[in-house]
C-alpha cells in the first residue's frame, strides 16, 4: 500500500518533493491530470468529478492515502469526498488535503496579525483559506491577491529574469495596496516554490515567507504517528511512480524542472 500524491498537473510536485524528502522510506505514486489542467477556471461540479476520478484511481493502485496537492481540489472537492465518497465506498482509506495544514501553520504564528495569500485566482474566488482561518483564528486579517500570470511564466520556464520580475512587483504592489502592514506572505500555489528566491527579492525581508511542502509534509509525518492504523499498511520500498493523463515527455520535460532529476512517467487514462 502506497501514499499517492495527486494534483492537476505539476504543481504538486513540489508537495511530493518534499514529502518524500521527509518520509523517503515510502512508496510513493504520483498522479498528475495534465490533460484536463488547469482545474482554476472550472466548476465545482467538474472540479469534484475529476478530483473523484483521480481518488478512486489512486486508491485502485493501491494507495492507502492520498494527498491531494492541489489547492483548486482542495478547496472544491476535499470535503465532499471525505464525507460521501469515503464512509461508503472506501472506509479504510483517507484522502487529505493541503489547505487545512496551511492554514492551522498560519494560525500558530503568534505575533503576526496581517497575513497574504498569493494564489491563483480560482483558490482566491472559493474563500476557502478564509473560512478555514476564521474557525482557528479570528483576529487575523487576510489578504488574497490573485496571482494569475505566475503558473505560465513558471511552467514556460521563466524562473527568474526582467518579466517575471515585473510582475512580481505588480502582484507585491496589490498587497501592500490592501494593507502596508503585512508581515507574513503564504504561498497558496504549489507552483510558486520554483521561483522562491525571485519572491524573496520582491518581498521585504522582515515578511516571513511560508511554503506549503515545508508545511504538509512535517503535517503528514505527525498524521501518521497518529494514525498507526493506516502507517502500519504502508509499504517501505522507497519507490515513486509517476503518472500523467497527457503526453509523458511533456510530463518529463517539466517534472524534471520541479524536481531537479529526470523521471520516466506513464500515461494513464481516469
Known amino acids: 500500500m502506497r501514499i499517492g500524491v495527486f494534483d492537476s498537473g505539476f504543481g504538486g510536485l513540489t508537495i511530493y518533493r518534499s514529502i518524500h524528502a521527509r518520509l523517503p522510506r515510502y512508496d510513493f505514486v504520483y498522479l498528475g491530470d495534465n490533460a484536463r489542467t488547469p482545474y482554476g477556471q ?3 461540479e467538474a472540479v469534484h468529478k475529476f478530483t473523484r476520478e483521480a481518488v478512486r484511481f ?12 492541489c489547492n483548486t481540489s482542495s478547496a472544491k472537492a476535499l470535503r465532499t469526498i471525505q464525507q460521501q465518497l469515503l464512509p461508503g465506498a472506501f472506509p479504510d482509506r483517507r484522502v487529505l488535503g493541503i489547505i487545512r495544514p496551511s492554514i492551522e501553520a498560519v494560525a500558530r504564528l503568534e505575533k503576526q496579525k496581517r497575513v497574504a495569500l498569493w494564489a491563483t485566482p480560482g483558490t482566491v474566488l472559493s474563500q476557502s483559506y478564509a473560512l478555514e482561518l476564521a474557525k482557528l483564528r479570528s483576529d487575523l486579517r487576510l489578504i488574497q491577491v490573485a496571482c494569475p500570470l505566475l503558473v505560465p511564466l513558471i511552467e514556460n520556464g521563466e524562473l ?3 518579466g517575471l520580475e515585473y510582475f512580481l512587483r505588480k502582484y507585491w504592489e496589490h498587497t501592500v495596496d490592501q494593507s502596508r502592514q503585512v508581515d507574513t506572505l503564504l504561498l497558496a500555489c504549489t507552483h510558486y516554490p520554483l521561483i522562491l528566491e525571485s519572491i524573496r527579492a520582491v518581498v521585504p525581508s522582515d515578511v516571513r515567507i ?18 498507526p492504523e493506516i502507517e502500519s499498511r504502508l509499504t517501505r520500498g522507497g519507490a515513486s511512480e509517476f503518472l500523467t493523463t497527457d503526453r509523458t515527455d511533456a510530463f518529463e520535460r517539466l517534472a524534471a524542472l520541479f524536481l531537479g532529476h529526470p523521471v520516466a512517467s506513464e500515461r494513464v487514462e481516469l
Not at 489512486?58 to 496537492?69: E, H, Q, S, Y
Open 42 to 44: 472550472r466548476s465545482f
Open 58 to 69: 489512486l486508491f485502485a493502485r493501491d494507495c492507502a492515502l492520498v494527498i491531494i496537492a
Open 160 to 162: 527568474s529574469g526582467n
Open 210 to 227: 511560508l511554503v506549503q511542502g515545508e508545511i504538509v509534509a512535517p503535517s503528514l509525518e505527525d498524521y501518521l504517528k497518529r494514525h
